[in-house]
């Protein structure tokens, strides 16, 4: 038996592994201890998707979060190792490029525990976002680097991982399994009113949030844009809002608390664009057939700015504005499977197996 020990505690994690934790339990050969660091810990950033996605209760709560970036590395490091060596997995699984990923991968390296690391080899090329440094420390000491695209796989072999003894797998995006299996359970979130088409967007990169002056000019653009482009739904980041109360800014769209991945692909399916500064909210426009505008400087996924599917922004108002009157309304296709075409953990899971 294969003991993995998955470790998850930001929002984007709990919906990857969904599908994945859903794949090793169907594996005989495979065990997995779910450790919950606490990162995002309200019932609607976590517990909701724990229950609409069906991932087994953790068996490990660390209850951490808050401070600063080094500090909350450093506690969940501590525990991490703890946990690890009491647990003794075969394995650790790490997901994307939070601050959980990193304390997982590093208290793993340094037991000697070989690392898997899904969403390897993604890059934006801006060291000073936080996921950026990450992403790039987690690969280093990850074994098995499970890549979504081909130019995360390029995005390694520049970075001379093909002479590493380490293993580079292309197996899809898990987010576009997630996408697919979950596109039927569509709720209609409570508290949204509008009937006619609309626009979603989400907010909270912490380039945008933590600059007055790039957060002031979106929010101009997302309030003008809902007066007279289309209506936008914006299911409000926990920390956008505190932000957004602490400077007194007016937000005159049709704000709404973070909602659950079911209404989130409700939300998603309806509109008619998609304007976001979220990594994965951008693949998943184009899993729902939407274009996407992206608030930020440089994206990760870069296949979709190739496609015409996706542009990017920055804070820009005027560049908003007209990017949003060029997009809306548009259908796009995904004729390539530029994501894998929904397989990615059944891979992942068959892949592990085989260690
Ligand atoms: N999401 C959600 N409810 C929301 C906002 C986002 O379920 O109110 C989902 C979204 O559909 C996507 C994931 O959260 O699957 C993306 O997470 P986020 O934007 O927080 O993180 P990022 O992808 O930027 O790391």
Same mark, same amino acid.
């Given at each position: 038996? +294969? $003991? *993995? !020990? =998955?470790?998850?505690?930001?929002?984007?994690? %709990?919906?990857?592994?969904?599908?994945?934790?859903?794949?090793?339990?169907?594996?005989?050969?495979?065990?997995?201890?779910?450790?919950?660091?606490?990162?995002?810990?309200?019932?609607?950033?976590?517990?909701?998707?724990?229950?609409?996605?069906?991932?087994?209760?953790?068996?490990?709560?660390?209850?951490?979060?808050?401070?600063?970036?080094?500090?909350?590395?450093?506690?969940?490091?501590?525990?991490?190792?703890?946990?690890?060596?009491?647990?003794?997995?075969?394995?650790?699984?790490?997901?994307?490029?939070?601050?959980?990923?990193?304390?997982?991968?590093?208290?793993?390296?340094?037991?000697?525990?070989?690392?898997?690391?899904?969403?390897?080899?993604?890059?934006?090329?801006?060291?000073?976002?936080?996921?950026?440094? +990450? $992403? *790039? !420390? =987690?690969?280093?000491?990850?074994?098995?680097? %499970?890549?979504?695209?081909?130019?995360?796989?390029?995005?390694?072999?520049?970075?001379?991982?093909?002479?590493?003894?380490?293993?580079?797998?292309?197996?899809?995006?898990?987010?576009?399994?997630?996408?697919?299996?979950?596109?039927?359970?569509?709720?209609?979130?409570?508290?949204?009113?509008?009937?006619?088409?609309?626009?979603?967007?989400?907010?909270?990169?912490?380039?945008?949030?933590?600059?007055?002056?790039?957060?002031?000019?979106?929010?101009?653009?997302?309030?003008?844009?809902?007066?007279?482009?289309?209506?936008?739904?914006?299911?409000?980041?926990?920390?956008?809002?505190?932000?957004?109360?602490?400077?007194?800014?007016?937000?005159?769209?049709?704000?709404?608390?973070?909602?659950?991945?079911?209404?989130?692909?409700?939300?998603?399916?309806?509109?008619?664009?998609?304007?976001?500064?979220?990594?994965?909210?951008?693949?998943?426009?184009?899993?729902?057939?939407?274009?996407?505008?992206?608030?930020?400087?440089?994206?990760?996924?870069?296949?979709?700015?190739?496609?015409?599917?996706?542009?990017?922004?920055?804070?820009?108002?005027?560049?908003?504005?007209?990017?949003?009157?060029?997009?809306?309304?548009?259908?796009?296709?995904?004729?390539?499977?530029?994501?894998?075409?929904?397989?990615?953990?059944?891979?992942?899971?068959?892949?592990?197996?085989?260690?």
């Amino acid at each position: 038996m +294969n $003991r *993995i !020990l =998955t470790i998850v505690g930001a929002r984007p994690q %709990f919906i990857k592994a969904g599908v994945v934790s859903k794949a090793i339990s169907a594996r005989s050969d495979l065990n997995e201890i779910i450790v919950h660091t606490g990162q995002h810990f309200d019932a609607n950033m976590s517990d909701v998707f724990f229950d609409q996605l069906g991932i087994p209760a953790p068996d490990c709560q660390l209850n951490i979060h808050g401070g600063s970036h080094g500090a909350m590395t450093g506690r969940m490091l501590e525990k991490l190792e703890e946990v690890m060596l009491g647990e003794k997995p075969d394995r650790v699984l790490v997901y994307g490029d939070t601050n959980s990923t990193l304390a997982g991968a590093l208290a793993a390296a340094k037991l000697h525990i070989p690392v898997a690391h899904i969403e390897a080899g993604l890059r934006s090329f801006n060291m000073n976002m936080p996921e950026e440094i +990450n $992403r *790039i !420390l =987690t690969d280093q000491i990850s074994d098995i680097l %499970f890549c979504p695209t081909d130019i995360a796989v390029s995005n390694l072999k520049r970075e001379g991982f093909e002479d590493k003894p380490v293993s580079v797998v292309q197996v899809g995006d898990v987010m576009q399994d997630s996408a697919l299996f979950f596109a039927e359970r569509a709720e209609v979130p409570r508290g949204v009113t509008i009937s006619e088409e609309f626009i979603v967007a989400t907010l909270h990169r912490a380039e945008n949030t933590d600059n007055p002056e790039r957060l002031g000019s979106i929010i101009k653009a997302l309030n003008d844009i809902h007066g007279t482009i289309a209506p936008v739904v914006l299911p409000l980041h926990p920390r956008t809002r505190n932000v957004v109360k602490k400077l007194g800014l007016d937000l005159s769209v049709q704000v709404i608390d973070p909602v659950g991945y079911f209404e989130m692909v409700w939300l998603l399916s309806k509109s008619g664009l998609v304007l976001t500064d979220s990594g994965g909210v951008q693949k998943e426009a184009f899993f729902f057939g939407k274009a996407c505008v992206t608030m930020r400087d440089q994206t990760e996924w870069v296949e979709l700015i190739n496609a015409g599917v996706n542009e990017l922004v920055g804070a820009d108002y005027s560049s908003i504005i007209d990017s949003v009157k060029r997009h809306y309304g548009r259908v796009v296709k995904d004729e390539n499977e530029l994501y894998g075409g929904g397989r990615a953990a059944s891979r992942i899971a068959n892949y592990l197996s085989g260690q």
